[in-house]
């Protein structure tokens, strides 16, 4: 029974969310309606100590993050940057390969360290406007970002700095480039066959005669600064993030040291705040890194920037704050179903599975699933099953380097589903619905879900590593 609770509050919020439903709303009387018939005298406690005690956690951590991103996204658009990019990639690789030009921007992004929301608010201007003069459907946009952020620089190539690629490191004590091969088989196997859909779903809207499509939402706002600035300088804005992000992340703990302790001057008895650096180097580093792109922008592009700023930061603001309160709330829902016997149920069950690989596989993607979080679902896997992974993998053979790359792929498989907040982030700010364009985000789930088996069949059939 307590299994049957916990899926039937994931199917519901997947409804809801895919009907169009503010998860906002529905994320806590999903959590909530699951605690209720587990155990009624515990709903209060829980929704206040667990599910609004993770969200505001997340809002805290995140929300500058959400906010620096969508104005850098937007000062890109009205200085002319992204239009300019634009015509410029437009010109090199053709009208034709804009859905490849957009997945590799953002792939650059995300392996140089870019938090994937960021990159979502970053790159939305440039795959707009590419799109829009490629003619092709808008609705093809979340999931040509998707396969460019939320994929294979994600979790499958050795060496990117995303969380999904850190977190087996702690596990399985190995580094960020634990099995390269295989992560560079399951990273060409995802991008080559992702391709090869969104490539074929355009060609098939075309043959239709559908292009872009009129009286969209959250349109970016068009350039009306006369000239374009060259793409060169353009550009500047998004390698100084890149950068700056990558010697921040550097510097900042060598700075601070382990923890920051400070007295806030305040009326009466004030207790010291520590605050952990290790815990907060990404976070401040990507703030930092987004500062400064916003300030670039400004310095390069100082008068159709500061002419229309007032007016387009709202919608900036607005979208972040959405896209903020989006996310906070699936992650507190999360945070109550992982609290459930079911959930427990799911984990011990899958630990049933015999081959040491697979059962990794299956067991971390589907609990990412659950939780809707690919860090969240694996943390909570290998929190429980490391250990039985690790004597298992020892008792056949298989190096942890190979543990490591399947835990940090599967993660990133079934994690997209409806009710992610990564996904619903991105279909906010693209200013589209789970009905216009989940179908094409899903495929993708199911792309880098296959790539994790392939990926183990490859070692099992050669043994490279």
């Known amino acids: 029974m307590s299994l049957i609770i916990v899926l039937a509050a994931l199917a519901f919020l997947m409804y809801m969310a895919y009907r169009g439903h503010s998860v906002i709303l529905f994320a806590p009387i999903a959590a909530m309606a699951a605690v209720l018939v587990t155990d009624p005298q515990l709903v209060a406690p829980v929704f206040t100590g667990l599910f609004m005690d993770k969200m505001v956690g997340f809002i805290k951590n995140y929300f500058p993050v959400f906010l620096l991103g969508a104005i850098f996204g937007k000062l ?43 990159v979502v608010f970053a790159v939305y201007p440039f795959a707009a406007e ?22 294979f620089t994600m979790d499958a190539l050795p060496g990117t700095p995303q969380i999904q690629n850190i977190i087996p490191t702690t596990f399985f004590k ?24 969104l490539e074929w779903q355009r060609r098939r809207a075309a043959a239709r005669g559908e292009g ?53 001057a305040v009326v009466g008895a004030a207790k010291p705040v520590s605050v952990p650096v290790a815990a907060s180097t990404a976070i401040w580093a990507v703030e930092g890194a987004l500062l400064v792109g916003i300030l670039s922008v400004f310095a390069l592009a100082w008068r159709p920037v500061v002419t229309s700023f007032a007016e387009s930061a709202k919608p900036a603001i607005s979208g972040s ?49 659950i939780t809707g979080s690919a860090s969240g679902g694996m943390s909570i896997a290998l929190g429980a099953m490391a250990d039985q992974f690790i ?37 906010a700010v693209t200013g589209l619905t789970h009905r216009e364009s989940y179908k094409d985000i899903f495929v993708m789930t199911i792309i880098k879900t296959v790539a994790v088996f392939v990926v183990i069949g490859v070692f099992y059939a050669t043994g490279l590593v």
Request: a neutral charge.
């Open 174 to 197: 190995t580094d960020a480039y634990a099995a390269p091969v295989l992560g560079l088989v399951g990273g060409a196997f995802v991008l080559a066959i992702g391709m090869a859909y």
């Open 130 to 151: 590419m799109f829009r003069q490629s003619d092709i459907p808008k609705r093809l946009i979340p999931a040509t970002i998707a396969l460019g952020a939320f994929t």
């Open 212 to 264: 872009y499509g009129k009286e969209h939402s959250n349109e970016p706002t068009a350039y009306e600064g006369g000239t374009l600035p060259h793409a060169l300088l353009a550009i500047v804005p998004l390698v100084l993030v890149g950068v700056v992000n990558k010697v921040l992340t550097t510097v900042i703990p060598g700075f601070y040291g382990e923890s920051v302790s400070f007295n806030p």
């Open 76 to 118: 890109m658009e009205t200085s002319g940057f992204a239009q300019a990019i634009v015509t410029s990639v437009m010109r090199i690789v053709g009208p034709k390969r804009a859905m490849l030009s957009i997945v590799l921007v953002g792939a650059i992004l995300t392996y140089g360290g870019v938090s994937l929301f960021v």
């Open 391 to 427: 004597a298992n993998a020892q008792a056949s053979g298989i190096p942890m380097e190979v543990l490591h790359r399947v835990a940090s792929m599967a993660s990133g498989g079934m994690d997209t589903l409806p009710h992610n907040g990564a996904v619903i982030t991105l279909l």
């Open 321 to 369: 704050l959405l896209a903020t309160m989006n996310t906070a709330s699936e992650y507190g829902f999360g945070a109550v179903i992982a609290s459930l016997a079911g959930f427990l149920t799911v984990a011990e069950g899958l630990k049933a599975i015999p081959n040491p690989l697979v059962n990794e596989a299956i067991s971390v993607t589907a609990l990412a699933g």
